[in-house]
């Protein structure tokens, strides 16, 4: 069985400001990840995932993530965060086999300050 | 990538009635999920549903609660019985998309009073 840790329930950050959203993952065998965001009172879509490969992955948006194995980390990464990227965000995982779905994290809440 | 067109978008209902939730995907997809969104909360995987056979249910869910339809490769439904306000949340549809993606419905909010 797979598992998601999202380290912070919720990041203020100001404008332009760097921002870094944490996501640990255990998991008995090989998956790939994928962060989701979910802006209010709309559905998932998709940032970014990895499947293979560079570890440094470049989603939508200027959003980056790096797939660290030894950590069992995927961190989410932004240089200079904009007032829209105020949202949700959900880092996942499946495992490489089949047509499984994706297990969570709890999200994290991402408001940019102006 | 594929489209889906979740219905109703959002709907409050009374305690003690039910409420039937679509999905149609604009492609035939053998597998379906279902997930719930609690407030402030992850998405659960209630259920996964395959064309011609039963639903799998995950556990904490129950068929008799959460009874699911799939009766073609583009369609289906997801039944809340007996509501209770316990039972407001986002429900999400889900699709595999090609070998590694997932699509999700809009989502639909529900408010039980």
């Known amino acids: 069985a797979q598992s998601v840790t999202q380290l912070d329930s919720q990041v203020p950050v100001f404008e332009e400001a760097p921002v870094e959203l944490r996501c640990n993952y255990s998991s008995s065998v090989s998956v790939y990840l994928f962060w989701y965001v979910q802006y209010p009172n709309q559905g998932l879509q998709l940032l970014l995932k990895y499947l293979s490969g560079s570890t440094l992955v470049k989603g939508i948006n200027g959003f980056e993530a790096e797939f660290n194995k030894s950590q069992t980390s995927f961190h989410l990464r932004k240089p200079s965060v904009h007032i829209s990227d105020t949202a949700e965000y959900f880092c996942?995982?499946?495992?490489?086999?089949?047509?499984?779905?994706?297990?969570f994290g709890k999200g994290t809440r991402l408001s940019v300050i102006a | 990538s594929a489209v889906i067109s979740q219905k109703p978008s959002r709907d409050i209902c009374q305690r003690g009635t039910s409420l039937t939730i679509q999905c149609q995907v604009d492609?035939?997809?053998?597998?379906m999920f279902w997930y719930r969104q609690q407030p402030g909360q992850s998405l659960t995987l209630i259920a996964t549903a395959n064309q011609g056979s039963e639903a799998t249910y995950e556990s904490g869910f129950v068929i008799d609660k959460f009874p699911i339809s799939r009766p073609n490769l583009t369609f289906s439904t997801l039944t809340v019985s007996n509501m209770s306000p316990e039972d407001s949340s986002i429900y999400l549809c889900?699709?595999?998309?090609?070998?590694?993606?997932?699509?999700f419905g809009s989502g639909t909010r529900l408010t039980v009073v």
């Open positions: 492609s035939q997809v053998t597998m």
């Open positions: 996942a995982v499946r495992p490489l086999s089949g047509n499984t779905p994706l297990v």
């Open positions: 889900s699709v595999p998309e090609g070998a590694y993606g997932y699509t």
